[in-house]
């Protein structure tokens, strides 16, 4: 069965036929799970970097922002079966529009910091990434084997 997830969404699957996919990472980012020991994989789709905007709307969807839905994704990882030393992480999206390549609207580049700074805090390494640019991206990833795949004008590739 194929899942979608909408911005500010996650989903997980465990079911071998499942396949987890977020469409439309612009300036969002797409983080990628797989634990191969549980064969648990999930995707997030994460908009903003910083809940401090909008303390309300995080509370409503922690998902929505980097700085909240990040941590809540991996303890319900962790809760679903997953293990921190196992996980194969893997991220996409952060592009920036090509006339905003800095200050607070260049969200696709304050987003991939804020979850450097995150990951970094907590020990979680990142086995590819594929961040920046301006191009929009496809993230999927099969729960049957933890294969991502990263499609980008219409070219799908293995990430």
Same mark, same amino acid.
């Given at each position: 069965m194929r899942h979608v997830v909408g911005v500010s969404e996650r989903c997980f699957a465990i079911d071998p036929a499942d396949v987890v996919i977020t469409h439309a990472l612009?300036?969002?980012? #797409? %983080?990628?799970?797989?634990?191969?020991?549980?064969?648990?994989? #999930? %995707?997030?789709?994460v908009m903003l970097p910083s809940s401090k905007i909008d303390p309300d709307k995080a509370r409503a969807n922690p998902f929505m922002f980097v700085d909240t839905g990040v941590p809540a994704f991996f303890l319900e990882a962790y809760a679903r079966g997953a293990v921190k030393s196992r996980l194969i992480v893997k991220v996409a999206g952060g592009a920036t529009h090509r006339n905003v390549l800095e200050g607070p609207l260049a969200i696709g580049k304050r987003n991939w910091m804020v979850l450097k700074r995150l990951f970094w805090q907590n020990r979680i390494l990142v086995s590819a990434e594929e961040v920046g640019g301006s191009a929009a991206r496809t993230l999927s990833i099969a729960a049957a084997t933890g294969l991502v795949t990263l499609t980008s004008a219409g070219v799908p590739r293995i990430l």
């Open positions: 612009g300036s969002c980012l #797409g %983080i990628a799970v797989y634990d191969p020991v549980v064969h648990l994989a #999930g %995707i997030l789709h």
